[in-house]
């Protein structure tokens, strides 16, 4: 059982994707958006070492909005 502790997985979600012109992404600078071919509603993919192992969804608790 210990050496089960010892082997690490990368954990990736995807939330979408986009395809973008190199020259595009070279330009890109700090705060830039990238508009992605997904929603808000659909369903994430979670990858473990880049392949795909299970669907999720986003789920945002309490309120991420800036005080006034």
């Known amino acids: 059982m ?8 990368q954990i990736s979600v995807v939330l979408g994707r986009s395809v973008i012109p190199m020259h595009q992404l070279l330009r890109m600078g700090r705060g830039a958006v990238i508009e992605l071919d997904s929603h808000q509603d659909e369903p994430v993919t979670i990858l473990a070492n880049n ?3 299970a669907k999720g969804e986003i789920v945002i608790e309490g309120d991420a ?3 006034a």
Do not use: E
């Not at 210990?2 to 997985?9: E, F, T």
């Open 2 to 9: 210990s050496s089960l502790n010892d082997v690490k997985v």
């Open 51 to 53: 392949r795909a192992i």
């Open 65 to 67: 909005s800036p005080s």
